[in-house]
Nanobody, 123 residues
Framework: QVQLVESGGGLVQAGGSLRLSCAAS????????MAWFRQAPGKEREFVAG????????NYAVSVKDRFTISRDTAKNTVYLQMGSLKPEDTAVYYC????????????????WGQGTQVSVSS
């Protein structure tokens, strides 16, 4: 089992940047692929970015590709989401998720979830 705690959210102007962090408990961090999802008011939770167990493979939603970068630091048991060129439509609660499997980037494919961190982008 793994516990996830997100941090780094906040209010930023359009065009700005933020870096989200997700600290994972436990000694098996390297056993989990990790991902970031987001959920805006009145909308379903959606995939943002994912990274493999080794960090060698990444995957991005079309809407954030070339603006966001996911990375992981196994020594710190932490996964990051560097967000740049932020837009008002990026406003959402961002969730970190972990899963021991290897297939699927939908919310149903992930077992462990953090509590979320709010990102608000003003125009």
């Amino acid at each position: 089992q793994v516990q996830l705690v997100e941090s780094g959210g906040g209010l930023v102007q359009a065009g700005g940047s933020l870096r989200l962090s997700c600290a994972a408990s436990g000694r098996t961090f390297a056993s989990y692929r990790m991902a970031w999802f987001r959920q805006a008011p009145g909308k379903e939770r959606e995939f943002v970015a994912g990274i493999s167990r080794t960090g060698c493979a990444t995957n991005y939603a079309v809407s954030v590709k070339d603006r966001f970068t996911i990375s992981r630091d196994t020594a710190k048991n932490t996964v990051y989401l560097q967000m740049g060129s932020l837009k008002p439509e990026d406003t959402a609660v961002y969730y970190c998720a972990a899963d021991p499997g290897v297939v699927g980037w939908y919310p149903r494919d992930f077992v462990y979830w953090g509590q979320g961190t709010q990102v608000s982008v003003s125009s």
